[in-house]
């Protein structure tokens, strides 16, 4: 009922940005926080950034003061700039948007499938 797809992954070499995009499809009826999540090989999944829908943001120290999370409500988007990248950056990036799909429903933590980056040295 309610898709996440991710873009703007990829390759990029150290000290490179990457926009990473990802929009909030199917039966909506508001969204609530959304957010980046990020999970390198070996290591547990971390939050990256989220912002509410008042537009509160918050990030995690690692990328703090080098990474912008912004959200369009018209388009159901949430995007995050990355800058000054760097190998420790390397993970899969997963979208997370916390969904009311109903006026009468409680609102619920959905994911996307996730976009590779991997940061060259």
């Known amino acids: 009922q309610v898709q996440l797809v991710e873009s703007g992954g990829g390759l990029v070499q150290a000290g490179g940005s990457l926009r990473l995009s990802c929009v909030v499809s199917?039966?909506?009826?508001?969204?609530?926080?959304m957010g980046w999540y990020r999970q390198a090989p070996g290591k547990q999944r971390e939050l990256v950034a989220f912002i509410t829908s008042g537009g509160s943001t918050n990030y995690a120290d690692s990328v703090k003061g080098r990474s912008t999370i912004s959200r369009d409500h018209a388009k159901n988007a949430v995007y995050l700039q990355m800058n000054s990248l760097t190998p420790e950056d390397t993970a899969v990036y997963y979208c997370?948007?916390?969904?009311?799909?109903?006026?009468?429903?409680?609102?619920?933590?959905?994911w996307g499938k996730g976009t590779l980056v991997t940061v060259s040295s």
């Open positions: 199917g039966t909506i009826f508001s969204i609530n926080a």
């Open positions: 997370n948007a916390v969904v009311r799909i109903m006026i009468v429903t409680t609102p619920k933590d959905y």
